[in-house]
C-alpha cells in the first residue's frame, strides 16, 4: 500500500473530497459538502489516519491487533482515531476496510441533508 493508492481508493467514495487545511504535504480526505465537510481519512505517506470506532475502546482493537503498525492518533485519538502504517503488519485489504469503515462512521455522522448522493449505508 502506498499514499496513491490509498489516496484513490478515498476519492472513488461517493461526495469524496480532498483539502488541505493545514498545508501539509499530503491532504485530508473529507466527505460531506464545502465548510460543513467532515474528515474521514489523514493521508501520509507512511500511513493514514481513521477513525477506527465510535469509541476509544472499539478502536484500541487495531492497536491490540497490530501493536507495532498501529497507534492513538495524536491530538484526536480519544475520540476513536487511530494511525495505521503502510507496509508493516497491516494487511492492505485491512488498510482499505478501515478506510471505508472510518467513511461509514463519518457519513452516519453527518445530518442526512448533507450526505452524500450514492451513499447507500
Same mark, same amino acid.
Given at each position: 500500500?502506498?499514499?496513491?493508492?490509498?489516496?484513490?481508493?478515498?476519492?472513488?467514495?461517493?461526495?469524496?473530497?480532498?483539502?488541505?487545511?493545514?498545508?501539509?504535504?499530503?491532504?485530508?480526505?473529507?466527505?460531506?459538502?464545502?465548510?460543513?465537510?467532515? *474528515?474521514?481519512?489523514?493521508?501520509?505517506?507512511?500511513?493514514?489516519?481513521?477513525?477506527?470506532?465510535?469509541?476509544?475502546?472499539?478502536?484500541?482493537?487495531? *492497536?491490540?491487533?497490530?501493536?507495532?503498525?498501529?497507534?492513538?492518533?495524536?491530538? *484526536?485519538?480519544?475520540?476513536?482515531?487511530?494511525?495505521?502504517?503502510?507496509?508493516?503488519?497491516?494487511?492492505?485489504?485491512?488498510?482499505?476496510?478501515?478506510?471505508?469503515?472510518?467513511?461509514?462512521?463519518?457519513?452516519?455522522?453527518?445530518?442526512?441533508?448533507?450526505?452524500?448522493?450514492?451513499?447507500?449505508?
Amino acid at each position: 500500500m502506498d499514499v496513491e493508492r490509498m489516496q484513490e481508493h478515498c476519492l472513488a467514495k461517493p461526495g469524496a473530497w480532498t483539502d488541505n487545511p493545514w498545508d501539509h504535504h499530503h491532504p485530508v480526505v473529507k466527505v460531506g459538502p464545502g465548510e460543513r465537510g467532515k *474528515i474521514f481519512a489523514f493521508l501520509g505517506a507512511e500511513g493514514v489516519g481513521v477513525k477506527g470506532g465510535r469509541s476509544r475502546e472499539a478502536a484500541d482493537e487495531w *492497536i491490540d491487533r497490530y501493536p507495532g503498525d498501529a497507534s492513538v492518533m495524536r491530538y *484526536i485519538g480519544r475520540s476513536g482515531w487511530n494511525d495505521l502504517a503502510f507496509g508493516g503488519a497491516i494487511p492492505d485489504d485491512e488498510l482499505l476496510e478501515a478506510v471505508d469503515e472510518s467513511y461509514r462512521l463519518v457519513v452516519e455522522g453527518l445530518p442526512r441533508k448533507l450526505r452524500p448522493d450514492g451513499w447507500d449505508g
